[in-house]
């Protein structure tokens, strides 16, 4: 299925399909998935058995001063990957690593497309 519905219109949201929730599953991305690295940001990728939209999750390190900085950087980093998800290959799992280094929603977007482009899965 395209990215882009019936209507023509590219599904913009972020179902529950596309998050990665289970331990089991980030612990086997972390072990066995590839890993690609720019500063402020880090990416691992693993291929599914299943096809179906890629699923992603997101994981800041401890080393944000706070929980508000902490916080902020995933919505920042969840918004990038909610109106980008529609031009990722399918059928992977991937887990961001975010570092305080990012400040703003263009240093979130240039790392994670970059990352992305890296790991070859933009279409």
């Not at 880090?42 to 001063?65: D, Y």
């Not at 902490?70 to 059928?91: H, I, T, Y």
């Amino acid at each position: 299925m395209s990215p882009a519905g019936e209507d023509g219109r590219v599904d913009l949201g972020f179902p529950k399909e596309c998050r990665i929730g289970a331990g089991k599953e980030i612990d086997r991305i972390f072990r066995f998935g590839a890993r690609f690295s720019r500063k402020g940001m880090a990416l691992r990728v693993l291929r599914r058995n299943s096809q179906g939209p890629s699923r992603v999750v997101l994981a800041p390190v401890k080393s944000f001063r706070g929980s508000v900085e902490r916080n902020r950087a995933k919505r920042l980093a969840r918004e990038v990957w909610r109106l980008n998800r529609s031009r990722v290959a399918q059928g992977w799992d991937l887990a961001f690593v975010l570092y305080p280094e990012l400040d703003g929603f263009a240093a979130y977007s240039e790392s994670m497309l970059s990352l992305l482009d890296k790991a070859g899965l933009m279409r």
